[in-house]
């Protein structure tokens, strides 16, 4: 009877399995921008760590001037112009990293088996890309380029796990801010 119930749970597991890969996706995946969420740098990126067995840098993004989009032009141009950023992020992405929507108009990059040295030049190379959107669709101008600022922490250098990890390059963006932003840091 026992061996029976095992086989019909394993039978509807795998019936199931494609619905909750998609509904796993679903939850892990922001509408909008169509890049991983919050959701998965708090509770899948744990266990990606370990598994890698490299280094690996975690960039955090942010606009410098996000706010004169939205207040400006309204919230359904700053949606345009995150989607944008969400479409230039990933274009900077090799085939193994990972893009990141991190919160409103925070964006985050999982630059796999990428030291400190490469992960900058990446970064930079992604500040200058953000720079080059044309948002004269959204703002009726060619006017208005992003400025971002990045904060770079490496895995295992900066820290021992995925929420040190987050901390840290989240701290170093804010830093970078700060510091008039429109660049890359990585010391706090």
Excluded at 4 to 30: M, T
């Amino acid at each position: 009877a026992l061996s029976g119930r095992i086989w019909s749970v394993h039978r509807l597991l795998l019936e199931k399995a494609g619905w909750l890969f998609d509904l796993h996706k679903q939850l892990l995946c922001d509408r909008m921008t169509g890049l991983y969420n919050q959701i998965y740098l708090k509770e899948d990126f744990v266990n990606f760590l370990p598994e890698t067995g490299s280094s690996v840098a975690l960039l955090m993004i942010k606009p410098d001037n996000f706010k004169p989009i939205n207040d400006g032009f309204g919230h359904a141009a700053g949606d345009k112009a995150l989607s944008l950023m969400a479409i230039f992020l990933q274009s900077e992405l090799s085939a193994v990293d990972i893009g990141v929507r991190y919160h409103g108009d925070e964006f985050a990059a999982i630059l796999v088996d990428t030291g400190r040295e490469k992960a900058m030049e990446r970064a930079d190379a992604m500040r200058a890309s953000f720079g080059d959107i044309d948002l004269s669709g959204i703002t009726g101008s060619d006017g208005f380029r992003i400025c971002v600022s990045i904060g770079i922490s490496v895995y295992p250098d900066d820290a021992s796990s995925s929420a040190e990890l987050v901390s840290s390059a989240h701290r170093k963006m804010y830093a970078a801010r700060d510091a008039g932003g429109d660049r890359v840091r990585t010391e706090p």
